[in-house]
């Protein structure tokens, strides 16, 4: 064959296999150089945090320049699937820990730096939750549940029940008494709050560890007996649930219209801007039960992009985050229940971590991305006077997709 022919089928060759490789991104191997890291992060309190603790980093770190940009919590997992390999997206994000799995099997984040050393700082409960088929991803800046507040103007502490046939009965007495005005309020469409009744013996979503992808128990025999016993709550709640929703049952609360509420330490700020004299406790315990009611806890985390080209520096400014001076800022501007044994000053804290002893991770498995939705309208139906067990069976076939 003529050398010039073959010569130019080499070159050929070599163009078509250079088209066909990816070129990956560089990763940052030293700080010298001048940074930019691009966090995402929701707004009201986070934002202001992420802004704060970026300046307190460049004074020591002044290579390295810290970029807000709002991206809610709610929209995170699904735009940095879209941004990320668009080489648009940010160093690091904001995410909670119950869509890990959705972010590992997509290539979507690292494990974290130093990983040993950041379990040894953080709560049990949040190292836990960010840890996905034996290893840990990101770094977890707040820990929440929710718990039990109750307007001091309308029911005194020593009133306040500690079992929900306890709650039912004293609400119905209220509401005779007080028309216009309600014993509790809660979002009974929600599946965030509405899985405490499902928790009896301990039954778990997902099983034990949260991750059963065969097996649900969402319509396991303990489930339908403490859905049964949600559904006979309507007693002393008689709204429909289209109108029972979370800014619903706030606004109730807030305007001192309703003696109990459950929610998180998201609502104290709010509810002491109100005026309104209030106290936080445990949830209460479940028909034939002497403790509360175990709870969802969730842990938000900020998470290093697999995209990123400085992920020294991502992972580094994402420790700094939960150094305790800066969770105490964190704290101080969110509200939110640090995610590192820290000393703060609330008088409502206290009830949170009481609650957080009984509260267990919402899985991170994919399959927890379809629980939302479903047990949300099965919790609505059910409240709405539906058939429990169709409506929990319908609700564990859509979650596993059958």
Same mark, same amino acid.
């Given at each position: 064959?003529?050398?010039? =022919?073959?010569?130019? %089928? ?5 163009? %078509?296999?250079?088209?066909? *490789? ?7 191997? !030293? ?41 809610? #919590? ?19 994000? /904001? ?23 950041? @379990? ?12 996905? +088929? ?7 800046? !707040? ?41 509790? &309020? ?9 899985? &405490? ?13 949260? *991750? ?5 128990? =969402? ?24 109108? #029972? ?30 005026? =309104? ?5 445990? #949830? ?15 842990? @938000? ?28 800022? @964190?704290?101080?501007? *969110? ?5 590192? !044994? ?34 949300? +309208?099965? !919790? ?13 069976? /319908?609700?564990?076939? /859509?979650?596993?997709?059958?």
């Amino acid at each position: 064959m003529n050398k010039k =022919i073959i010569a130019v %089928l080499l070159l050929a060759g070599f163009v %078509l296999s250079m088209g066909f *490789t990816k070129p990956k991104k560089s990763k940052s191997k !030293s700080k010298g150089g001048k940074v930019v890291l691009t966090v995402w992060e929701s707004t009201n309190g986070p934002d202001e945090f992420i802004r704060k603790a970026g300046e307190a980093y460049t004074k020591t770190h002044p290579n390295v320049t810290i970029k807000y940009v709002n991206v809610e #919590l709610g929209d995170a997992v699904t735009q940095i699937a879209l941004d990320g390999p668009a080489g648009v997206g940010p160093d690091l994000f /904001a995410a909670p820990h119950d869509r890990l799995g959705s972010l590992v099997t997509g290539g979507h984040v690292l494990p974290t730096a130093n990983a040993d050393k950041i @379990r040894s700082q953080v709560l049990g409960a949040c190292s836990t939750a960010l840890t996905y +088929n034996g290893t840990m991803y990101g770094y977890p800046v !707040s820990a929440e549940t929710y718990a039990l507040f109750y307007n001091k103007n309308l029911i005194s502490e020593d009133q306040v029940p500690t079992t929900w046939e306890g709650l039912a009965e004293w609400s119905r007495k209220f509401n005779k008494a007080n028309p216009g005005k309600y014993g509790f &309020v809660m979002d009974v469409g929600s599946g965030y709050y509405t899985i &405490v009744f499902t928790t009896a013996d301990g039954n778990r979503l997902f099983g034990p560890d949260g *991750t059963d992808t065969t097996n649900t128990n =969402i319509n396991s025999a303990s489930s339908i007996k403490g859905m049964n016993f949600f559904q006979s709550l309507r007693s002393a709640l008689d709204v429909p649930a289209a109108d #029972l929703d979370t800014s619903t049952a706030d606004a109730a609360f807030q305007a001192g219209s309703a003696a109990m509420h459950i929610t998180g330490l998201w609502n104290v700020v709010p509810f002491e801007n109100a005026g =309104i004299d209030f106290g936080v406790t445990t #949830l209460p315990a479940l028909p034939g039960d002497n403790q509360p009611c175990a709870s969802f806890s969730g842990t @938000r985390a900020m998470f290093v992009s697999a995209y990123s080209d400085h992920t020294e520096e991502a992972n580094d400014f994402a420790a700094f985050l939960i150094t305790p001076e800066m969770q105490k800022l @964190r704290f101080d501007l *969110t509200g939110t229940v640090p995610s590192i !044994s820290v000393e703060v000053s609330s008088p409502y804290l206290g009830g949170f971590m009481k609650q957080l002893d009984y509260a267990f991770p919402m899985p991170s498995i994919p399959e927890m991305g379809m629980y939302w939705e479903a047990m949300n +309208n099965a !919790s609505k139906n059910i409240w709405d006077g539906a058939d429990v067990k169709a409506e929990l069976d /319908a609700c564990n076939a /859509a979650i596993l997709g059958k």
